[in-house]
């Protein structure tokens, strides 16, 4: 099938090579000509597991080509639209990106064409967009298809999704238009014909149910960090252990161990800025009060960072200045190099700023994180860090930070404390190489 995707960000770009694995001729526009020329050449424009052999394989079989002149999308009948929608200064999304490309982009498309959005929306979006398709190119048909891939499993979720859900004109109840609703539904059965054979659960609904779906998972999923967050604060209090009662409580298979990891809290570029958008959009809708409690999951949120920034000041006996930090970690996660709203960069800034001598080292963020804060030292390995440190701060759990041996860190360290951002690392190994360790909430 011929496709079209708009927009080679994380989303875009990993969906444009998925889809050219899968089989599709895509062809895939971005208006910026650096990452065009990058992808061009098969080069993944960040940190992402799989996508440069996706991208290589794509490009080896000739069906995937990038190119910054929208016009060449004409000729493809599915277009994705997969721009990004960042935070505006109110909270809410800020449209301007995903106006300009379905603006641009319908100059090219035809009658039967399906314009798919994958972008994170405020509900009401895809109505407003389809009926100014439906002006501009009678018998187009507007498809919201939210898109639920993770970061760092991007490949992986884009081809072997856990569901597909399809917001067609006609799903939700009492919309009138079924034979678009029809024809979307075949079209995209043929898009993603390999998934729907290997049984993943697919889910027609209206438009808005497609928009609420995603903005609700990723609050639903903000919530639950939140939740364990909040519980951590209360262990903090009484003496006991977050994660052991993350173990406990998760066997309840109503709850689920999954998400209930505390510690720095969620960082990235969807959770913290789809929580915002989606309270922001409540209140446009006339209910004030229905998403009231994502400011408190938001402000939990931000206090695991305040709270981190205090233990290691108390860990240092009371002031930074001066001390010598080693910092493991700075990407939002592991297997990513986002350093975007990341916990683990705005602790380490926050430390380098009081006058800490802050030495930084992520396997794969140091880079990116230099863009954004070129003031930070940043080292080439975590024994560099480690060297002559005055507390440790573990703050993303990479695999290599988990596998540290605390004999061997002890070995090159000044002083024995290690501050676990993400209770990741073995307590009692480490206080059996003789360190002070401290969790958070354990
Ligand atoms: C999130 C959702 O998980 C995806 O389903 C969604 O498609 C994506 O946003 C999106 O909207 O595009 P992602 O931002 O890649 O994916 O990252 P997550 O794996 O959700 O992690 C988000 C943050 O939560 C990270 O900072 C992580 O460290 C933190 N986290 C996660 C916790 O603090 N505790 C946990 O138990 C789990």
């Known amino acids: 099938m011929q496709i079209s995707v708009i927009g080679c960000g994380y989303l875009g770009a990993v969906h444009a090579a998925s889809m050219a694995k899968v089989g599709h001729d895509v062809v895939a526009v971005d208006v910026d000509p650096e990452r065009i020329a990058a992808l061009s050449r098969g080069e993944a424009p960040f940190f992402e597991p799989e996508l440069p ?237 229905t998403l009231d409690f994502l400011d408190d999951v938001d402000a939990i949120n931000l206090r695991r960072r305040d709270r981190a920034v205090e233990a290691a000041t108390e860990l240092l006996g009371g002031s930074v200045v001066g001390k010598r930090i080693a910092v493991l970690g700075l990407a939002f996660k592991p297997n990513s190099d986002d350093v975007r709203d990341s916990p683990a960069l705005d602790i380490a800034i926050r430390l380098h700023d009081a006058g800490a001598e802050v030495l930084a080292f992520d396997p794969e963020a140091n880079e990116t994180s230099r863009r954004v804060r070129p003031t930070l030292t940043y080292v080439g390995s975590a024994r560099e860090a480690l060297a002559a440190a005055d507390v440790v701060l573990v703050l993303t759990e990479w695999q290599e930070f988990r596998d540290l041996d605390p004999f061997e860190v002890a070995s090159v360290v000044t002083d024995r404390v290690v501050l676990d951002g993400r209770n990741c690392l073995d307590p009692v190994a480490w206080r059996d190489a003789g360190f002070t360790y401290r969790g958070m909430g354990r």
């Open 53 to 289: 052999e996706t991208l290589a394989a794509a490009t080896a079989t000739g069906r995937i080509r990038f190119t910054t002149d929208m016009s060449e999308v004409a000729g493809a009948r599915v277009h994705f639209i997969a721009v990004g929608t960042p935070q505006g200064a109110d909270g809410a999304a800020d449209l301007r990106y995903v106006d300009a490309a379905f603006t641009e982009l319908t100059r090219y498309v035809r009658p039967g064409d399906l314009v798919v959005g994958k972008s994170t929306v405020p509900v009401g979006t895809a109505a407003r967009l389809a009926a100014e398709l439906t002006a501009a190119v009678p018998g187009a048909v507007l498809v919201w298809n939210p898109e639920f891939l993770r970061e760092g499993f991007a490949v992986q979720d884009t081809i072997a999704p856990d569901r597909l859900v399809y917001g067609v004109p006609g799903g939700d109840a009492g919309a009138p238009d079924e034979e678009a609703g029809a024809h979307a539904v075949a079209v995209l059965d043929e898009v993603y014909a390999g998934a729907i054979a290997a049984g993943t659960p697919r889910l027609v609904v209206g438009h808005a149910t497609a928009e609420l779906v995603k903005v609700s998972a990723n609050a639903f999923l903000a919530t639950k960090i939140s939740f364990i967050n909040a519980m951590a604060e209360i262990a903090e209090v009484t003496g006991a252990d977050v994660t052991a009662l993350a173990d406990a409580i998760g066997l309840d298979a109503r709850i689920g161990r999954k998400f209930l990891n505390a510690g720095l809290g969620f960082g990235g570029g969807c959770l913290p800025k789809d929580i915002r958008a989606f309270r922001a959009r409540s209140v446009e809708l006339g209910l004030p009060h």
